[in-house]
């Protein structure tokens, strides 16, 4: 079936530097993509979505940019901290059609003080 | 504090029996999601409601089921427990169809 996949598991970046997350998706319908952020022993948090109609979209510290044509999502922080260090997961839908939400398996990010 | 609760925080129980997890949205969301997060899976959709209608369903087993409220809390229904149903279920509430989500602290449910 179609799925998302994130290319790296785990991610190490010196605090102070930015870091890129990749993903990418299969589902073609897909028009609508979500980054969440979840710290150890905590509940996912919604950091930042975009829709299939903008190539990037920033929030504070975060940017997600989207290629359609390779079908592929990046989520980039910039000057990292130590608050982070979390797994990071991105997940595709479609913003009408009602379709279900599908994610990735997540990055792990450390950042290294 | 997301202003998602979800009760109870934990709950231990048999194979075989039926539990029920409520969430409370945030004031004045209408989307409620559920999901599950296990060792093995990951995270994963179980459903979503959006003013008291069903608006998606994910991987969501037919021993499952949620329905929404008039007053827009949710519950989770889980019945027919199998060891492999223990997991964190975590309930989202948003102010629309899509978009930003807030997360509950999550029920910890383990199955002997």
């Known amino acids: 079936g179609e799925s998302v996949g994130l290319h790296l598991p785990t991610l190490s970046v010196q605090e102070g530097d930015n870091s890129i997350i990749n993903c990418a998706y299969s589902?073609?319908?897909?028009?609508?993509f979500i980054w969440y952020k979840q710290e150890s022993g905590k509940g996912p948090q919604f950091i930042i979505d975009?829709?299939?109609?903008?190539d990037k979209r920033q929030g504070q510290r975060v940017t997600v940019l989207l290629n359609k044509t390779v079908k592929h999502l990046s989520l980039q922080i910039a000057a990292t901290q130590p608050g982070d260090s979390a797994v990071y997961f991105c997940?595709?839908?479609?913003?009408?059609?009602?379709?279900?939400?599908?994610f990735g398996t997540g990055t792990r990010l450390t950042i290294i003080p | 504090d997301s202003g998602v609760t979800q009760t109870p925080k934990h709950l231990i129980t048999a194979t075989g029996q039926r539990v029920t997890l409520r969430c409370s949205p945030r004031?004045?969301?209408?989307?409620v999601y559920w999901y599950q997060q296990s060792l093995d899976q990951g995270l994963q959709f179980l459903i979503q409601?959006?003013?008291?209608?069903?608006?998606a369903k994910g991987n969501i087993l037919e021993r499952f089921s949620a329905q929404q409220f008039p007053d827009l809390h949710s519950e989770l229904n889980l019945s027919s427990l199998e060891l492999g149903d223990s997991a964190l279920y975590f309930c989202?509430?948003?102010?629309?169809?899509?978009?930003?989500?807030?997360f509950g602290p999550g029920t910890r449910l383990t199955v002997t």
């Open positions: 409601y959006y003013n008291g209608e069903e608006r």
């Open positions: 989202a509430s948003g102010p629309g169809p899509l978009g930003e989500q807030y």
């Open positions: 589902n073609s319908a897909s028009d609508y």
């Open positions: 997940a595709e839908t479609a913003w009408f059609g009602n379709e279900k939400l599908t």
């Open positions: 975009i829709r299939s109609n903008m």
């Open positions: 004031s004045g969301d209408l989307s």
